[in-house]
């Protein structure tokens, strides 16, 4: 680890933007305003904030009384590879930065992430994702144990983007860790706990016993414990109230036709669907049933259907089976999931490529329904 130190550092002052410009900046004499340092202009001046964000980010560095300290930020912030204006949205998000020791607290963070594996580019993420948790202590300590969890930094970071900041700043012994332990207990692996997380970020910060309730209510869905879909299960009723659960459960009764039985046979093998809107469900199910004319059991035992884009699949495939059906070209009669499953290579090179000469313009409308259109040749009323 000294070694690394020594790597790091002497890096970092070998370049130009970086250190050796953080404490030429340190070192050279402040000039004081007659009136003392105007936080404001320097924040409009020279850190690039609009003058709102400044006014705000100025109420909280009412105490900064010289450039010093920031000017070295600033260098940092450089150093690692920030634009300008990655930069200001640093300050703006989190204007405390700018008081943060370099030397004592910055630097250090970057030896300890790069030990870890880190890239100059991995470092600038985590600071302008998540400003204020860089400046803790605990950070380089809490990616020791979240990179081998999640399996990669990529894996984190698609987390943190998508709201998972709090990973960075929950207890990691007393919320975190407990929650992992559970939910591998439950039978779901590391894998799976970072997909997880993805849609939920906050499953792993939340509190302990909030965790055990979803997954009680997702073993009531009907799928337990170890099973290939308790990890779907569990992320679709996290944080969903039981009568938001029950209230969702009667509309999807309601728009399909279902009974209790075949609705049970939907959430045991495609629990997602308690994460999709009504306008959705009633998209699918009027197209589905009314205008496909499949039965609702046909439906509620290949559930998989409601999974799949309107437009990008389940009409697109319909209208060219149907056109061939008029055409005579179908050949032996095929089962409408059974094409909806096929991958969309495989569906042209069975259902659009045999009919080069007998339907010309079949790949053409075929890409035009794709798009949301209907083309003349899939009008059949």
């Known amino acids: 680890m000294l070694r690394v130190r020594e790597y790091v550092v002497s890096r970092l002052l070998s370049s130009s933007s970086y250190l050796h410009r953080l404490l030429s900046a340190a070192a050279s004499p402040i000039s004081l305003n007659p009136g003392g340092f105007a936080v404001e202009e320097y924040l409009v001046d020279t850190c690039g904030l609009t003058r709102p964000q400044a006014l705000k980010a100025s109420m909280k560095l009412s105490h900064l009384n010289s450039p010093a300290k920031p000017d070295a930020v600033l260098a940092f912030l450089a150093g690692i590879g920030l634009s300008g204006a990655d930069a200001a949205a640093v300050v703006a998000k989190d204007p405390l930065f700018l008081r943060t020791k370099v030397d004592q607290t910055l630097a250090p963070k970057v030896v300890g992430l790069t030990g870890l594996g880190l890239s100059s580019p991995d470092i600038a993420h985590l600071v302008s994702l998540t400003p204020d948790c860089f400046r803790r202590r605990s950070i380089v300590s809490k990616m020791h144990y979240y990179l081998p969890l999640f399996g990669s930094f990529h894996n984190f970071l698609r987390v943190l983007k998508r709201g998972g900041s709090h990973l960075l700043s929950s207890d990691l012994d007393k919320v975190v860790k407990p929650n992992v332990v559970f939910l591998r207990e439950c039978g779901v692996g590391d894998c799976d706990i970072a997909k997880l997380c993805v849609p939920v970020p906050r499953m792993l910060t939340t509190n302990p016993e909030r965790v055990r309730a979803m997954v009680a209510c997702a073993e009531r869905l009907g799928v337990p414990r170890g ?155």
């Open 227 to 381: 099973a290939g879909m308790f990890r779907h299960a569990l992320q679709a009723v996290a944080f969903l109230t039981e009568e938001k659960i029950a209230a969702r459960l009667d509309y999807l009764k309601y728009m399909f036709g279902w009974s209790d039985a075949e609705a049970s046979i939907v959430l045991r093998r495609y629990p997602s669907v308690l994460r999709k809107s009504k306008e959705s469900l009633k998209h699918r199910s009027e197209f589905l049933v009314s205008e496909v004319g499949l039965e609702p059991a046909y439906i509620a035992h290949r559930p998989a259907l409601l999974s799949y884009s309107m437009e990008g699949r389940l009409r697109p495939r319909y209208y060219v089976i149907k056109f061939l059906e008029a055409n005579g070209l179908l050949g032996q009669y095929r089962d409408y999931f059974s094409i909806v499953m096929l991958s969309e290579k495989i569906f042209v090179e069975k259902f659009i490529c045999p009919h080069k000469e007998a339907a010309p313009l079949l790949a053409e409308d075929y890409a035009t329904a794709c798009k949301g259109e209907v083309p003349t040749n899939f009008r059949f009323t």
